[in-house]
């Protein structure tokens, strides 16, 4: 026991030294030297200790996600069991496949319209009733699917690509690798934590959940903010410390990481993670009763976000303040604005809605940049989306029952095909990281489009 508690002290005080020697290592690197020397005569510890650079600064940001994991999970990191199907790397991001599309050209484009490569699709999967959203997780692993049925559908690319190998022999593939049952009413958006393992959903029951999927046999939520109405929109913020979500009214219980999430109330809600608080802007604009909103989405960095709302307008949110920055009224003239995603560069926003168009914003003056028609959408709360590269926008025809594609600088309409579902098609959401889509559908069935070899 004398020895146990010995050798405890002795490790204690290696510890002590270590630290000592990257605090002093840190300030003299950083040339603070009158600070080093202070510390460094203070705690005995030599001035001229190597360390690698920023060694203390990767150590405390390591520490601090730890930290932050625990937190957003409830329990302590340590009794975390990771599972065995959840491939290591989570929330690393590839390199993209090509450079950003510069939309601030303004030369003539027309007449040099990209070919959309032939995409094959794949039945992956069905719900029990209308199959209503989708979402990819940041490094492309995982899309998960939400559904009128009230569950969550959690599919492993990789499986999925294993599935439709036309030689696989080493008996069924499946792709769906966790269902989560826990609402009380149809999903209506999901979104990915980008460092954990945690997915959450906003749904009509009124509540946002969270689900660990690292879990093999979790189907239930580990948090939940319970509010009075209908959650039509989550979006996690980068850093995955804030959400945005769309709500009618004020939560009451508060239970989350800090995220945008958007409801039937017309100004979108932010919740702190840490201090479990729920924030809406001081200095909102005047709203009427037809501006509930129907997505919300941040930008790659967290600075701003946008907002497509019912009375046609999209606006563009400070990402810090909360505070609205710009309105674009009538940006699809009376009808509903139905979704609304940043560029990778965050200069420009797309957007979609009822009145049948998908349009490109300038986001430092509003003005219109490009317009992409050819595609009737009336009813349904469709998408517009980028593919990965940037390069085209992917939306759907409404009668035809087809996925239309448009060249994102030309604006040409480059490809039409069958959606393969029966009946409309309610959700579109594109990987990004691959050539890679989902298409939700009326029929209750979930779709995988991957570019053909």
Not at 286 to 291: A, L, Q, R, S, W
Request: glycine content about 6%.
């Amino acid at each position: 026991m004398e020895n146990s508690s010995l050798e405890q002290v002795l490790q204690d005080a290696k510890l002590h030294r270590q630290i000592n020697s990257l605090i002093v290592a840190h300030l003299r690197d950083n040339n603070l030297y009158q600070a080093a020397s202070v510390v460094a005569s203070a705690t005995m510890t030599s001035l001229n200790d190597e360390a690698p650079p920023n060694k203390l600064l990767e150590l405390v940001a390591k520490g601090l996600a730890v930290e932050k994991d625990e937190m957003l999970r409830g329990v302590p990191s340590a009794a975390f069991d990771l599972g065995t199907s959840i491939p290591s790397g989570y929330g690393s991001i590839p390199a993209p496949r090509t450079a950003a599309v510069d939309f601030g050209a303004v030369q003539e484009t027309k007449g040099s319209s990209k070919s959309f490569p032939k995409h094959e699709t794949r039945h992956l999967s069905e719900h029990k009733n209308i199959a209503r959203c989708a979402r990819f997780s940041p490094d492309g692993k995982f899309v998960a699917t939400g559904s009128s049925d009230t569950s969550i559908k959690l599919f492993e690319i990789a499986k999925i690509k294993q599935m439709m190998l036309p030689d696989a022999r080493d008996g069924p593939v499946r792709p769906v690798i966790r269902t989560f049952y826990d609402h009380l009413q149809p999903i209506n958006d999901l979104d990915f934590h980008p460092q954990n393992t945690v997915l959450i959903s906003g749904s009509k029951d009124n509540t946002i959940k969270f689900f660990d999927f690292s879990k093999m046999t979790a189907k239930r939520a580990f948090r939940v903010i319970q509010d009075t109405h209908n959650v039509r929109s989550v979006s996690f913020h980068p850093s995955g410390d804030f959400l945005l979500a769309e709500l009618i009214s004020r939560s009451s219980a508060i239970e989350a990481t800090v995220h945008n999430t958007g409801t039937d109330h017309p100004i979108p809600h932010l919740y702190d993670i840490n201090t479990f608080q729920c924030y809406l802007s001081a200095n909102a604009p005047e709203i009427d009763v037809n501006g509930a909103i129907n997505q919300v989405r941040y930008s790659a960095t967290g600075g701003m976000y946008v907002t497509a709302s019912k009375d046609g307008t999209i606006r563009l949110w400070d990402g810090v303040t909360a505070n609205c920055v710009r309105s674009i009224a009538g940006a699809h003239g009376t009808a509903e604005a139905t979704s609304a995603n940043f560029t990778k560069d965050q200069r420009f926003v797309l957007s979609s809605g009822k009145d049948s168009t998908v349009k490109l914003w300038e986001v430092g003056t509003g003005k219109l940049v490009k317009q992409y028609l050819g595609a009737t959408h009336t009813q349904l709360r469709c998408q517009a989306v980028f593919n990965d590269t940037e390069e085209f926008v992917l939306s759907i025809d409404e009668p035809t029952n087809e996925i239309v594609v448009w060249d994102a600088l030309t604006a040409e309409k480059v490809a039409k095909w069958p959606s393969n579902h029966i009946g409309a098609f309610r959700w579109l959401e594109h990987s990004p990281t691959e050539a890679a889509y989902v298409t939700c559908g009326t029929d209750r069935s979930i779709r995988f489009w991957k570019e053909s070899l």
